[in-house]
């Protein structure tokens, strides 16, 4: 039987030949623009209600879109019409449960468990190719993972695993870890997609991720939990919808998509990466030894990940 990315050789081909659609390339910026995704969510705790910033974050990406793939998504019609339950189940699935449950669960931890709990996913990813798929696990795609998740494990400890042993771990985090699950199903069933255009299906699970929150928005808001009108709403909102929403989204699943769920899923180990990096070179912190060594790993363990 054929693997997940020997069937994707000939469009992982053509992608190579254009270096922005690289699924590698893709991959990275995936994991850069969900780099901010945790620190926004959790700058917005207790200020922005998780479902509206979820609802919002999807409705507003729907409508940005729409002009750019009406006319994908006419030329789909037919095929997206008679694939809808597969459409729907994973708009529902990465849309849906995941970003809702990623916005309430920051309400009650910290972005640095976040992180934590972030970094189980691609090794969640591959044990969920390999139990409904029957995906192979290679040894580079397991030592790949492992080296990266030490990276990040360097970095989010600063250097001192002491710090791991400090952290308390509440039922935002349980939420965390349960959405890592959720994302893995997501992730390993991209490959069920139907044969759509990317902003197509894309654009599908914005809109269908933002009406099926509505309802739940509309419930926090009657409970109570509003919108306050203020200068963060407006910058966390527009971030989240633009960046850890469409661009991410469409990176992640086009990359996916090419290179398989299994050898993709460790460039999620990219984000902690990425904001190291950020922090030192834009903020202005120190780079420490710590930073270096996590960096290092993590590189290296992506690039264990992606060999065949």
């Not at 002009?67 to 990465?94: E, Q, T």
């Not at 009650?108 to 190719?129: E, K």
């Not at 202005?284 to 790993?297: D, N, P, S, V, Y």
Request: charged share 10%; glycine share 8%; with cysteine.
């Amino acid at each position: 039987m054929d693997t997940e990315a020997d069937r994707q050789t000939e469009a992982r081909s053509r992608a190579w030949a254009t270096p922005v659609l690289n699924p590698w390339v893709m991959l990275a910026l995936a994991g850069l623009f969900w780099s901010g995704n945790h620190i926004a969510g959790r700058a917005g705790a207790g200020h922005i209600p998780p479902l509206a910033l979820a609802s919002f974050r999807w409705l507003l990406g729907a409508a940005i879109m729409y002009p750019f793939v009406h006319h994908h998504v006419r030329r789909d019609w037919p095929v997206i019409v008679a694939n809808w339950k597969p459409v729907l189940a994973m708009s529902v699935l990465g849309g849906t449960i995941f970003s809702g449950m990623q916005y309430s669960a920051l309400q009650h931890t910290t972005a640095l468990n976040g992180s934590i709990f972030n970094s189980f996913a691609p090794a969640i990813i591959v044990l969920v190719g390999a139990l409904l798929f029957s995906d192979r696990l290679r040894l580079l795609n397991i030592l790949g993972i492992a080296t990266s998740f030490a990276g990040v494990m360097v970095i989010v400890s600063r250097g001192d695993l002491a710090v791991l042993r400090t952290i308390s771990f509440n039922f935002g985090d349980i939420l965390l870890l349960v959405n890592m699950a959720i994302w893995a199903v997501y992730s390993a069933c991209l490959r069920l997609r139907p044969p759509v255009h990317s902003l197509t299906f894309t654009f599908l699970l914005a809109l269908i991720a933002g009406v099926t929150l509505t309802p739940f928005w509309a419930i926090e808001h009657m409970s109570g939990f509003q919108l306050q009108a203020t200068w963060l709403t407006v910058i966390v909102i527009a971030y989240c919808t633009i960046f850890p929403g469409l661009l991410a989204y469409i990176c992640w699943n086009k990359g996916i998509e090419d290179v398989g769920s299994a050898r993709g899923g460790v460039f999620l180990h990219l984000i902690p990466f990425y904001g190291a990096v950020l922090a030192t070179s834009m903020l202005g912190e120190q780079l420490m030894t710590f930073h270096i060594a996590g960096c290092g790993l993590i590189l290296a363990g992506v690039w264990f990940a992606a060999r065949k």
